[in-house]
Antibody, heavy 118, light 110 residues
Framework: EVQLVESGGGLVQPGGSLRLSCAASGFTFSSYSMNWVRQAPGKGLEWVSY????????YYADSVKGRFTISRDNAKNSLYLQMNSLRDEDTAVYYC???????????WGQGTLVTVSS | QPVLTQSSSASASLGSSVKLTCTLSSGHSSYIIAWHQQQPGKAPRYLMKLEGSGSYNKGSGVPDRFSGSSSGADRYLTISNLQSEDEADYYC????????FGGGTKLTVL
């Protein structure tokens, strides 16, 4: 059974940093690209970042480019999102999602809440 | 970049059928999309992949009541024999060197 478990969320002040993790199991993690997707309170889904299986290709949404860094450790079956210079508008539930071979998310984690507030 | 347009809300009666629409922007009518369901307070769940031909592949455990179809730039999700647990937000998604989500449709089961 595919499982994605996010952790690392919490309350942080504007300008602060946070590192999210996503632990993957139930599939060959090193064979799949992965994504981070977020959802602000009461809003829709917003794609944040993508990383290919070998980390050779990385994409970011314009809203986080230069502030967030996606990475992975295939030996640890883990995905990460380093978030720096956080803003109020980064407040959201952050989901990790497996990227299928046909370019869409086919499994989702349960999410971790990030609250940016003073 | 493609844009996905969804109606903000829809409603239908228990036991009836409903058809939700996701429209691809001009120049992107051949794109594959995915449909996701998000029940209140829960994470999204992948429902199906849907091609421009109308061919679709559902995720594991998705009931037979859920089906997909296409017409031009429109991608449809049809839910038959509506159940109370189908009350949820439904999002379509596509990809073009970055992820793109529609704004979501809130489905109310009356």
């Amino acid at each position: 059974e595919v499982q994605l478990v996010e952790s690392g969320g919490g309350l942080v002040q504007p300008g602060g940093s946070l590192r999210l993790s996503c632990a993957a199991s139930g599939f060959t993690f090193s064979s799949y690209s992965m994504n981070w997707v977020r959802q602000a309170p009461g809003k829709g889904l917003e794609w944040v970042s993508y990383i290919s299986s070998s980390s050779s290709t990385i994409y970011y949404a314009d809203s986080v480019k230069g502030r967030f860094t996606i990475s992975r450790d295939n030996a640890k079956n883990s995905l990460y999102l380093q978030m720096n210079s956080l803003r109020d508008e980064d407040t959201a539930v952050y989901y990790c999602a497996r990227h299928s071979g046909y370019d869409y998310a086919d499994y989702w984690g349960q999410g971790t809440l990030v609250t940016v507030s003073s | 970049q493609p844009v996905l347009t969804q109606s903000s809300s829809a409603s239908a009666s228990l036991g009836s059928s409903v058809k939700l629409t996701c429209t691809l922007s001009s120049g992107h009518s051949s794109y594959i999309i995915a449909w996701h369901q998000q029940q209140p307070g829960k994470a999204p769940r992948y429902l199906m992949k849907l091609e421009g031909s109308g061919s679709y592949n559902k995720g594991s455990g998705v009931p037979d009541r859920f089906s997909g179809s296409s017409s031009g730039a429109d991608r449809y999700l049809t839910i038959s024999n509506l159940q109370s647990e189908d009350e949820a937000d439904y999002y379509c998604e596509t990809w073009d060197s970055k992820g793109v989500f529609g704004g979501g449709t809130k489905l109310t089961v009356l």
